[in-house]
């Protein structure tokens, strides 16, 4: 199913798990010494709020048209 066929509770329901994994890789992080190992995990909550902004962009943009 597209993304722009969603509904508003599938896009809060993603955003809240990705919120939720962004937390804990966090928590991780704080816990850690290893510089590579921290340095990958911050790329990790990144890359996760990154795709997160660009579906809830497509959905945005499919319930425009």
């Known amino acids: 199913m597209p993304i722009r066929n969603w ?3 599938k896009v809060g329901i993603l ?3 990705g919120i939720a994994v962004c937390f804990v890789i966090i928590q991780v992080v ?3 010494s290893d510089f ?3 340095f990958i995990l ?3 909550v990144v890359a ?3 795709s ?3 579906v809830t962009w497509k959905w ?3 319930k425009e048209q």
Request: proline letters at 0%; aromatic letters at 12%.
């Open 36 to 38: 590579v190992l921290g």
């Open 42 to 44: 911050i790329g990790a």
């Open 52 to 54: 997160l902004s660009v």
């Open 60 to 62: 945005f943009s499919g």
């Open 48 to 50: 996760i709020l990154l």
């Open 7 to 9: 509904h508003v509770g």
């Open 30 to 32: 704080v816990r850690t």
């Open 15 to 17: 955003w809240a798990w």
